[in-house]
């Protein structure tokens, strides 16, 4: 700190800062030059925002004997919410789209008019409809906040400036601007006001400092980052006392990547499971949105699952949340349940939705059932209708406490400090009362939402040596060494973002810096030549490219010499590991294998699996790798296959024979395809409740009626048979292993031959049974397994208007439309049909001894499409493997 300026405030001056960084920045160099100094105590230095100035010099009048006149102050989510009210009951408002969005928009456009004297000159420049539109809001904002007696943060330095010369206002003797890169036309008024009043106030900032300035290019954003954060962490190492700042203008864009590579770079291990959270020696200003804490995220998942609809993965985030009663005691049973309710829930439910499919699972979530039930309670008693924001923040906070929230485990300094942040805003949505009437429940937390994400957070960390700013937040700030990122051709000087509500002219004539391209060089220019004597060693970076984007050093960084910048190489955790290797070859194709007669789950479809790759069945089979099922609207092709099934097979267990279906009537044949419609339709419900709801369900009853009719109708083509069997469950031996397996059908041709069918909704080819590997195995694996004397497999294929048999058959008068596999196109692969069982025989048998013998090798029947929708791609490293990936993947 400057010699001069600490012996003024020793002396009784204040002073005001830009923003709250540079004021805590200044109060410690201030307590530093005291220690030196050697003083065991002193007083606490006058040092703080301008805006925390003016909001002092309002309270003393506030609670002064003056305050009858003086208008009450906005909270910003009040202001926010009186311009929305406004701007919804204008013309206008009636063709907006995002009123929160253009209301966030005037009230910056009010702000900056007053902060730059702007509103008296409006008039003298043309407007257009924009314009017009926030001339007629900023009146009607006026007209109201004057009629209540209110004002805002806008206009409180103009309503603080006229009390300054009472007597019971705190005023220092004198007063320093420190830092201040333009003092706007509002602040210069609060100044003169403050000097009328007897205060001498001037202004000062840090004196420049000479040394090491270079410039450095980059691969990357992503190296230039990297690179930072290992010089900031090789100076940190060289002088632990050291202050060391990274200024990133656009730091919201990149804050995410600079906290990842920072810290890996920091501490390697900082992101291992189960490792203490670590103290990082590093600070970045910009805070997050309130709302994308895991806690405050939960709270609103809850509060949107208590209203009308959900998307069911936002439910599924709540369920596995840690801030609910019971998370920890049930942390298991509830991924369980989660699982479960994927395969049977809606992409979008309800609270009540959600409990009447938990009433059917037996996971045994007690504490979640009792809470969430207790939910839909209280919902029905404090969530409907309009109240206004107190009365909706209390039920809110009702709510949340009847489902437990924050949770049974105890919160860590982090979580803690995020609570009482959301326990602040909810706070001050309940001050709402006096701009906002009565709402509803749906409005209420959108609202407190936006709020939320309105509130830049972070949690509060001890003084850290490193200080990661915006290229604003540097301003008057001193350094011991510094670098700058970003700055490009095409970044520095940044892009001027005028005001749309403001005539573009005026906002250039004011001096506005973002008003114009002018105005963002000038003050670019101001922000380079301070970065450049605030520290003895200052870097200034850019990045070569992005993506196919070539960058250039921005003109107003090239007179700063080009240097190659020695850094040390610092080993990332990846590396560490890697480094420690020591690597054994051996073959992965062999896994313990099974004992003698041994019997899996799965069914067929662990043959099937074997067959496309063995690695697959191993993964499936016997580690029960699966990907989680993704909620579905309505049934899927599988559960509408499932229910025609189900509707063949009970009409079948009716009718028996051909001759029977020849002999019903056509009205007997409807009544009956009807009742084993609905009771197909009964049984699905009770596995997925929330599906076939209302007239649905007799949709879908007409659609599986006219779907069967349509199919016995090929049936009629057929000579005289028997159907033996429905959705009969066999036991099958074959290769060692033993598989549980579920026939569709089996027929038996009056002459005494048999058929075994199996339905198919969608496409079959009898070329899919065939083949050392085959893709379709399960009819084959009937027929050796279980129906050794079948005459014919078939693919009944039951789809609208596509009616028909894809079969092979050792007969040509065995089905319709199906000739003697001696004259089929696949006579080339075998000559006859006993050719083909035998075939089959061997080849089954060797797939199934495969599996038993645990050969568990990568090998795809046919790369890529084999695995195009495998779940288990990661688990095997396909793409590590091969040369070439997936063609939907590269591009």
């Known amino acids: 700190m400057r010699p001069d300026l600490a012996q003024r405030i020793e002396a009784g001056c204040a002073v005001v800062t830009p923003n709250r960084r540079l004021a805590a920045h200044l109060k410690h160099d201030y307590d530093a030059w005291q220690m030196q100094a050697g003083k065991p105590a002193w007083p606490t230095a006058d040092i703080l925002p301008l805006s925390a100035f003016v909001e002092r010099a309002y309270g003393d009048a506030l609670y002064s004997g003056h305050a009858a006149g003086l208008p009450l102050l906005l909270a910003p989510a009040e202001e926010q919410a009186l311009w929305e009210s406004i701007i919804r009951d204008s013309d206008a408002g009636g063709i907006l789209l995002a009123i929160p969005e253009a209301a966030a928009l005037a009230r910056e456009a009010w702000q900056l008019a007053h902060a730059w004297g702007l509103l008296p000159r409006l008039g003298k420049f043309p407007l257009n409809e924009d314009g017009k539109a926030f001339q007629h809001w900023a009146q009607r904002y006026e007209s109201i906040t004057r009629r209540e007696r209110q004002t805002d943060g806008a206009r409180l330095a103009e309503v603080a400036a006229s009390r300054l010369a009472l007597p019971e206002i705190r005023k220092p003797p004198c007063l320093v601007h420190y830092g201040f890169d333009f003092v706007m036309p509002q602040q210069a008024a609060f100044f003169q006001a403050l000097a009328a009043a007897g205060c001498d106030v001037s202004g000062a900032g840090p004196q420049p400092r000479g040394g090491e300035r270079l410039r450095v290019a980059c691969v990357d954003s992503a190296e230039e980052i990297r690179r930072a954060a290992a010089w900031a962490r090789a100076r940190l190492e060289a002088n632990a006392a050291a202050r060391i700042g990274v200024v990133v203008p656009g730091l919201a864009q990149h804050r995410k990547a600079i906290q990842r590579i920072f810290s890996a770079v920091m501490e390697p291990d900082y992101a291992l499971p189960g490792r203490r959270r670590p103290a990082l020696p590093f600070n970045i200003s910009l805070g997050e949105a309130l709302n994308s804490y895991p806690l405050v995220s939960a709270a609103f998942l809850a509060l949107e699952l208590a209203g009308r ?38 992409p979008v439910v309800t609270l009540d939705r959600l409990l009447a499919l938990m009433a059917h699972e037996d996971a045994g979530c007690p504490a979640l059932a009792q809470r969430l039930a207790a939910l839909a309670e209280f919902r029905k008693a404090r969530l409907f209708g309009g109240q206004p924001p107190s009365a909706w923040a209390r039920a809110i906070f009702e709510a949340l406490t009847v489902i437990g929230f924050p949770g049974e485990r105890g919160l860590d300094s982090a979580e803690f400090q995020t609570l009482a942040k959301w326990h602040e805003v909810v706070a001050n949505f309940a001050a709402l009362d006096r701009v906002l009437p009565r709402t509803g429940y749906t409005d209420a937390v959108s609202r407190l939402r936006r709020m939320a994400a309105d509130a830049l957070f972070q949690p509060e960390t001890p003084d850290v040596p490193i200080q990661v700013l915006g290229e604003l937040e540097a301003t008057g700030m001193e350094f011991d060494h510094l670098w700058v990122l970003g700055l490009s051709d095409e970044t520095w000087p940044r892009a001027p973002r005028p005001n749309p509500f403001l005539p573009a002219d005026l906002q250039r004539a004011a001096g506005v810096p973002q008003g114009s391209a002018a105005g963002m060089l ?59 290797r020591e690597i ?23 043959i099937r699996d074997q067959a496309a790759c063995p690695f697959r069945a191993f993964a499936f089979h016997r580690l029960g790798a699966a990907s989680l099922e993704a909620p579905h609207a309505g049934l899927d092709a599988m559960e509408r296959g499932a229910l025609v099934h189900r509707v063949l097979a009970l009409a079948w267990a009716q009718l028996k024979t051909k001759g029977a279906l020849d002999a019903i009537v056509d009205a007997d044949l409807d009544a009956l395809l009807a009742r084993a419609a609905e009771e197909a339709v009964v049984r699905i419900r009770r596995e997925r409740p929330t599906v076939l709801s209302g007239r649905f369900a007799g949709i879908e009853r007409r659609r599986l009626a006219r779907l069967a009719r349509e199919w016995l109708e090929q049936e009629k083509r057929r000579g005289g048979f028997t159907v033996l069997a429905t959705e009969d469950k066999r036991r099958i031996e074959i290769g060692g292993l033993t598989l549980n397996a579920r026939l569709d059908r089996v027929d038996q041709t009056d002459d005494g031959r048999r058929i075994v069918i199996d339905y198919k909704t969608g496409k079959a080819s009898p070329g899919a049974m065939l083949g050392e590997r085959p893709d379709e195995p399960q009819l084959p694996l009937y027929v050796v397994g279980a129906e050794p004397d079948a005459s014919a497999v078939a693919f009944a294929l039951v789809k609208a208007g596509e009616m028909g048999y894809a079969a092979l058959a050792r007969d040509d008068d065995l089905l319709p439309d199906t000739k003697a596999f001696s004259a089929s196109r696949y006579r080339d692969r075998q000559g006859s049909w006993q050719e083909v069982v035998a075939a089959w025989r061997a080849d089954l048998a060797r797939i199934a001894a495969g599996f038993v013998a645990g050969e568990a090798a990568v090998d795809p029947k046919r790369y890529p499409n084999t695995c195009r929708y495998c779940d288990v791609k990661p688990f095997c490293r396909i793409y590590e493997r091969l040369d070439n990936a997936l063609d939907e993947d590269a591009e």
């Not at 004992?595 to 067929?604: E, I, M, P």
Request: aromatic residues 6%.
């Open 309 to 346: 609809e959900i998307d069911f993965e936002r439910a599924s985030r709540l369920i596995r949340s840690p801030f609910l009663a019971g998370a920890e005691s049930e942390l298991a049973r509830r991924a369980r349940l989660d699982a479960w309710l994927r395969a049977r829930a809606e």
């Open 522 to 580: 000038d003050l670019a220019r101001r922000l380079t030549g301070e970065w450049l004597s605030c520290a003895g060693e200052v870097v200034l970076s850019h990045p070569l490219r992005e993506d196919d984007r070539e960058f250039k050093p921005s003109p107003l960084i090239v007179a700063v010499p080009e240097r190659t910048l020695a850094l040390p190489d610092y080993a990332s955790y990846r590396g560490a590991v890697h480094d420690l």
């Open 584 to 606: 054994d070859h051996s073959a992965d194709v062999q896994v313990p294998p099974l004992g003698a007669a041994a019997a899996v789950g799965g069914g067929t479809a662990v």
